[in-house]
C-alpha cells in the first residue's frame, strides 16, 4: 500500500531530480540578483540625480512664488501697494531673519566640525545634538515654508479674499509655537527642550550664567528688530487688524508710535545687563560690570529716538536728536571696543581656525591678515549702523531697516567664530585638553545617532 519514497525517488531522478534542482538553482540566483549591490544600484537613483532633482524642484518653486507674488501685487492699486506691502513685510520679516540666523548657525557648525574647536564641549551638549546637516534641514523646511505663506497671503488678498489672508499669518506663527513647545519626542526634543530652558534661564538669571546663556543672549541683542515685529505682529493679530491698513495711524494700539516698541526693543539688552550683574555677583570679577556698562549705553539710544512722537518738532531738532546722537556713538564705540579687545581678544593677531584637513576654507582663513582687518573694519562699520535699526524714528523705510538687520546678522555670524575660538582658546590654556582621536567625527556621530525623529 505505501511505496518506498526512496525507491521512487531513485526510479525517477534521471528525469526529476535535475529539473527540480535547476529551477532552484534559478531561482536562488535571482534572489541573489535582486540583492546583490550592482542590482540595487542600478535601481536606486545616484545622490547627484537627486540633488540635481531637488534643486530644480527648489529654483520651480522659487520662481512660482515670485511670480505670484508679483502678480499679485501689480493687481493692487498704487496708493494701496507700498502700504500694503509694508503690512506683509511686519509679519513675514521677523521669520525670514530667524531663518537667516538658522541657516548660518548651520554654516558655523560646519565650520567648527572641521577646526580643532570641541564646540560641543564649549556649550555642554551631549552627544544627541543637532549637526549642521539637521540645522540645514530646519532651515530647508523654514525657507520654503515661510515664503510660502507669505505667497498665499499676497495672492489671497490681491484676489479679495480678504479673510484667509488674514489666517495666513496667524496660522503660520501659531504652527511655529506649536513646533517649539510640543512635549513630545519628535522634532527634535531634546534640543528644543534645550533652547527653551536656554531662554528661560536668559529670561530669569536665577542661576549662576553659563557660557550657552550668555552666548544665546547676545545673540538676542543682534535680533531686537525681530522682538519689536513679533511684538507688532501679535498686537494686530490680537485686535484683528490683520490684513487692514488701520494699523498704519500712528496713534493705534498697534500703530508706529507706541511706546511698546521701545519697550520690546530694549528687553534683550536688559537681559544681558542682569546677566553681567548676576556673573558679578557670583564671580566679583570687575569686567562685567563694564561688561553690563555696555549693554546700558543702548538704553538712552532706543528711548531717546523715541521721544521724537511725544514731543515737539523744535524741541527734538535741538535737544534729544544731539543727545541721540551722542549716545548712539557711545553705543557703538564701546561696543566695537569690547568686541575687539574682550570677545575676541585681538588685541594681537592670534590663529584662527586651525583645520584638521587642509581645505578651501583653512587656505583663505589661516594665518591671513587681511582677515582680521576686514572683521574689525566690517564691525565697526556694521556697529555703527546697527544704531539706525536701534532707531524707532528711523524705521518707516522697512527695506533700509530689513537691509540692515540682514547685516547685523552677517556681523554677528562673524562674531560668533571669533568669539567661541576665543573661547576654546582659553579652555586648552587652562589645563583641558582633548585628544582629537577622542572627539567624534561629524559622520561618526551622525552614523551613531538615532534619537532624533524628524
Not at 223 to 236: I, P
Amino acid at each position: 500500500m505505501f511505496e518506498n519514497p526512496t525507491a521512487i525517488g531513485s526510479s525517477h531522478s534521471p528525469h526529476l531530480r535535475k529539473p527540480a534542482a535547476k529551477s532552484v538553482s534559478s531561482d536562488l540566483g535571482e534572489m541573489k540578483g535582486s540583492n546583490s549591490p550592482m542590482h540595487t544600484t542600478a535601481i536606486m537613483p545616484s545622490p547627484t540625480f537627486l540633488w540635481r532633482f531637488k534643486v530644480i524642484w527648489f529654483l520651480i518653486w522659487a520662481f512660482s512664488c515670485c511670480k505670484i507674488g508679483w502678480d499679485s501685487v501689480m493687481r493692487m492699486s498704487a496708493d494701496l501697494r507700498d502700504l500694503f506691502l509694508y503690512e506683509a513685510f511686519l509679519y513675514y520679516n521677523p521669520l525670514l531673519l530667524v531663518t537667516m540666523m538658522v541657516w548660518l548657525w548651520g554654516v558655523c557648525l560646519w565650520v567648527f566640525s572641521q577646526s580643532t574647536i570641541n564646540y560641543a564641549k564649549i556649550f555642554d551638549l551631549d552627544q544627541n545634538h543637532l549637526t549642521h546637516r539637521e540645522i540645514w534641514k530646519c532651515s530647508i523646511w523654514m525657507t520654503v515654508i515661510v515664503p510660502t505663506s507669505m505667497t498665499a497671503y499676497l495672492y489671497l488678498y490681491s484676489h479679495g479674499e480678504v479673510a484667509l489672508a488674514a489666517s495666513q499669518p496667524v496660522i503660520l506663527y501659531v504652527a511655529v509655537a506649536l513646533v517649539l513647545i510640543f512635549p513630545f519626542d519628535i522634532f527634535y526634543f531634546s534640543s528644543r527642550y534645550f533652547l527653551l530652558r536656554t531662554l528661560w534661564r536668559i529670561a530669569f538669571p536665577l542661576q549662576p550664567i553659563s557660557f550657552p546663556d550668555f552666548f544665546l543672549a547676545d545673540i538676542l541683542t543682534s535680533m531686537a528688530k525681530v522682538f519689536s515685529d513679533l511684538e507688532r505682529s501679535v498686537c494686530r493679530m490680537v485686535h484683528r487688524q490683520v490684513a487692514t491698513i488701520a494699523w498704519f495711524e500712528a496713534d493705534s494700539v498697534c500703530g508706529s508710535h507706541s511706546v511698546a516698541i521701545p519697550l520690546v526693543l530694549v528687553i534683550p539688552y536688559i537681559w544681558r545687563l542682569l546677566q553681567c550683574l548676576r556673573q558679578y555677583k557670583d564671580t566679583k570679577e570687575k569686567p562685567t560690570l563694564f561688561n553690563a556698562l555696555k549693554y546700558s549705553t543702548a538704553v538712552p539710544v532706543i528711548f531717546l529716538s523715541a521721544l521724537k512722537y511725544h514731543v515737539s518738532p523744535d524741541r527734538w531738532t535741538y535737544v534729544y536728536r544731539r543727545l541721540w546722537l551722542f549716545s548712539s556713538l557711545v553705543n557703538s564705540l564701546y561696543s566695537f571696543y569690547w568686541d575687539v579687545t574682550r570677545d575676541w581678544d585681538l588685541s594681537v593677531f592670534t590663529r584662527i581656525f586651525k583645520f584638521n584637513k587642509p581645505s578651501l576654507c583653512s587656505n583663505l582663513l589661516y594665518g591671513r591678515q587681511w582677515v582680521y582687518f576686514w572683521v574689525i573694519g566690517s564691525n565697526l562699520v556694521l556697529r555703527c549702523t546697527w544704531t539706525y535699526k536701534l532707531s524707532a524714528h528711523l524705521r518707516h523705510n522697512y527695506l533700509t531697516v530689513f537691509t540692515i538687520a540682514a547685516l547685523e546678522m552677517l556681523r554677528r555670524f562673524q562674531w560668533i567664530f571669533f568669539r567661541v575660538e576665543n573661547e576654546w582658546n582659553k579652555i586648552t590654556k587652562s589645563g583641558f585638553q582633548i585628544p582629537m582621536a577622542d572627539i567624534p567625527r561629524e559622520e561618526e556621530k551622525l552614523l551613531g545617532s538615532t534619537n532624533h525623529n524628524v
